[in-house]
């Protein structure tokens, strides 16, 4: 190996970070042994290398650094499982409960309440008369006609009820100091008609029915304190 | 991003390389404060992505690659740095005869903090010694030829500011410039 060749390759020649083949190396080595001018520039460069990388490689290291390190790491793996595992499952849990109540409030064995029915049913208002109760009864899908002879200043509430198996019956409520007369508005269907019917009175309560003149689809059942009911009616003449 | 390395794993990469990683993000950053910082952004993203590590031999060169991006990151708003210009420097000069001065470690890293990251990056690397040119040249994705080219710059530049007895055929270093 001639001098040339030897000082080119002496920059690879670094003893923990082998670069030359073992061949070009043993080559070089040789050459350096053998040439005072090339070994003494190998010795000086080797020499400031070892000066200046053992400088650069002297930094003070913090002792309580690895554990700083291991906390601050240990601390990001907990906010990834947190973040990835947790959360998704607080997630899952979340829509698995909300599904739950969802099914329970749809089927669940409570009844729903009819906020528009109890609207309905609190309409009173003072001076309704028959018309706008059969108004509001046909915003229920129930239309009716209401004996025209009572007196509707006495009446305290209407509403549709359930009467003898059947839902949505017309019921009016008439007041008067302790007396009290129901009117139960009775259609045929669902209810039989054609029968006659006798007043029948019991425990201070007397219950009949009448249908108004040429009307077989529609009876009116009444129900009030016993001898009460002229008390409820107008002197006018009227259809039952 | 996969499940982080569990905690065994993690726990070994800390213990073997923490303290190169630091040396070596001291030397980039020139700060104990950054050097910290770095290292510990270095082993979470490890942690956060272990699974890119297939070769456990390679790690240190991988932490080394994460800890650079990491700083390249933090300094990318500070280009527009004041550097010295290489060019003005000669080709490296032979090592003057007799005892060496010792290195200071002010002027060292005052010598280091002066070259452009792309020339502090390899010479630091070069002086923790067991990276091959070729690892430098990966690490920085660069060419062979351009790797050694910087080196001998970089040499010579830490030439001149530690041991100026040997600066005898290359003018002083500039200063002022934006670098290369």
Not at chain 2, 123 to 146: C, H, K, N, V
Request: net charge neutral; proline share 8%.
């Amino acid at each position: 190996m001639d001098c040339k060749t030897a000082r080119l390759l002496l920059p690879f020649l670094r003893p923990l970070a082998p670069e030359l083949s073992p061949t070009d190396a043993e080559d070089l080595r040789d050459h350096l042994a053998g040439c005072p001018e090339c070994g003494a520039l190998a010795a000086a460069e080797h020499r400031v290398d070892a000066r200046v990388g053992q400088a650069v490689r002297d930094v003070p290291v913090p002792a309580d650094l690895p554990a700083r390190l291991l906390k601050r790491l240990d601390a990001e793996r907990r906010s990834w499982y947190r973040r990835r595992v947790v959360a998704p499952l607080l997630a899952a849990a979340a829509v698995l409960l909300a599904t739950g109540a969802g099914w329970y409030w749809l089927r669940g064995p409570g009844t729903g309440i009819d906020i528009e029915m109890v609207a309905f049913e609190q309409s009173m208002q003072p001076g309704t008369g028959p018309e706008q109760i059969e108004q509001a009864f046909a915003g229920q899908g129930v239309r009716v006609s209401l004996p025209r002879d009572f007196n509707y200043a006495l009446l305290t509430s209407y509403d549709l009820v359930r009467f003898q198996g059947h839902d949505r019956v017309p019921r009016l409520e008439f007041a008067r100091g302790e007396a009290r007369a129901y009117v139960y508005v009775l259609t045929a269907p669902p209810f039989n008609l054609k029968a006659e019917w006798e007043q029948h009175t019991s425990g201070g309560v007397t219950v009949e029915i009448r249908k108004p003149l040429g009307q077989d689809d529609y009876a009116y059942l009444l129900v009030y304190t016993a001898g009460a009911l002229d008390r409820f009616r107008l002197d006018q003449p009227g259809g039952i | 991003m996969g499940l982080p390395g569990s905690q065994r794993d993690v726990q070994r990469l800390v213990e073997e390389h923490y303290a190169a990683l630091y040396r070596y993000a001291y030397r980039l950053s020139g700060s104990a404060a950054d050097a910290e910082d770095l290292t510990q952004e270095a082993f979470c993203k490890a942690q956060r992505n272990f699974a890119q590590l297939r070769d456990r031999g390679r790690a240190k060169a991988w932490l080394f690659s994460i800890l650079r991006n990491a700083y390249l990151h933090r300094v990318r708003d500070q280009r527009h740095a004041r550097f010295v210009a290489l060019d003005d420097l000669g080709d490296l000069p032979e090592p003057p005869p007799g005892p060496l001065p010792p290195v200071e470690p002010e002027r060292l890293q005052a010598a280091l903090n002066e070259l452009p990251e792309v020339f502090r990056t390899p010479i630091i690397l070069y002086y923790f010694e067991d990276f091959s040119y070729r690892a430098i040249a990966e690490q920085m994705d660069l060419p062979l030829g351009t790797v050694m080219s910087r080196l001998a710059r970089a040499k010579a530049h830490l030439r001149a500011r530690l041991l100026p007895a040997a600066v005898v055929l290359a003018d002083g270093p500039g200063r002022g410039s934006d670098g290369l």
